[in-house]
């Protein structure tokens, strides 16, 4: 089984509409993280969890928010979701001193 | 905003080849990481190199890392149609608490 899963792979959803990502991981890392992917561009983080009860913005939170349910899971969600959002999202995991990221597979998002 | 540019932005060379990317950044770092990203995939640790290294191997990848000239490279020795992928640096920037800063990618294309 994948260490790093990610739920729904993709996804279609209408401008407006509430949508959440949800990730989960069986590494035991306790830093977790939200980055999207732009086409031609790399990844940009959303938002980073270091354990269960910290919670920190990154470089482009606005329009997202997290939960850090458990240490293996982590959800994000689009408030009201808009075209711009469209984009690949991936959920990440790291060990205590942050060396190697493990990526899950991805989430397609498109917003109509 | 984008910490590491790689470059090229594309290569094409025959297999059996060796192929070089090279990622320049703008602030001190802790590490410089390289990952690589298959079409539409979750992207894949392959090394780390601290500030304090100088060069570094693991199988077929060769990675230098110069402070003085704040860039890095990545040398994919004997490459093979497999390694075909998009190729990533991502800095861990001094006092960032271990987030990583991804590169826009280096599309590296190995022909049979």
């Known amino acids: 089984d994948a260490d790093v899963t990610q739920t729904p792979r993709n996804r279609i959803t209408k401008t407006g509409k509430r949508i959440m990502l949800e990730c989960s991981q069986t590494?035991?890392?306790?830093?977790m993280y939200w980055y999207r992917q732009d086409p031609g561009l790399g990844l940009r983080l959303i938002y980073y969890?270091?354990?269960?009860?910290?919670?920190n913005k990154g470089e482009i939170s606005d329009g997202y928010s997290v939960s850090r349910q458990a240490q293996a899971k982590f959800s994000l969600s689009l408030e009201s979701a808009i075209p711009n959002q469209t984009a690949l999202y991936f959920c990440?995991?790291?060990?205590?001193?942050?060396?190697?990221?493990?990526f899950g597979p991805g989430t397609r998002l498109t917003v109509t | 905003s984008q910490q590491g540019e790689e470059d090229p932005q594309a290569l094409s060379i025959q297999e059996g080849e060796n192929a070089t990317m090279n990622c320049s950044y703008k602030t001190s770092i802790n590490n410089l990481q390289w990952y690589r990203q298959n079409s539409g995939r979750g992207l894949v640790h392959l090394i780390l190199i601290r500030s304090n290294e100088r060069e570094k191997h693991s199988g077929r990848l060769r990675v230098t890392l110069d402070t003085s000239k704040k860039s890095s490279s990545l040398l994919i020795t004997a490459s093979r149609a497999a390694d075909t992928a998009s190729y990533f640096c991502a800095t861990d920037l001094s006092g960032s608490a271990r987030q990583l800063t991804f590169g826009s990618g280096t599309q590296l294309t190995v022909l049979p």
């Open positions: 990440a995991t790291s060990d205590f001193d942050g060396a190697g990221q493990y």
């Open positions: 969890s270091f354990d269960v009860k910290d919670i």
């Open positions: 590494k035991g890392h306790d830093r």
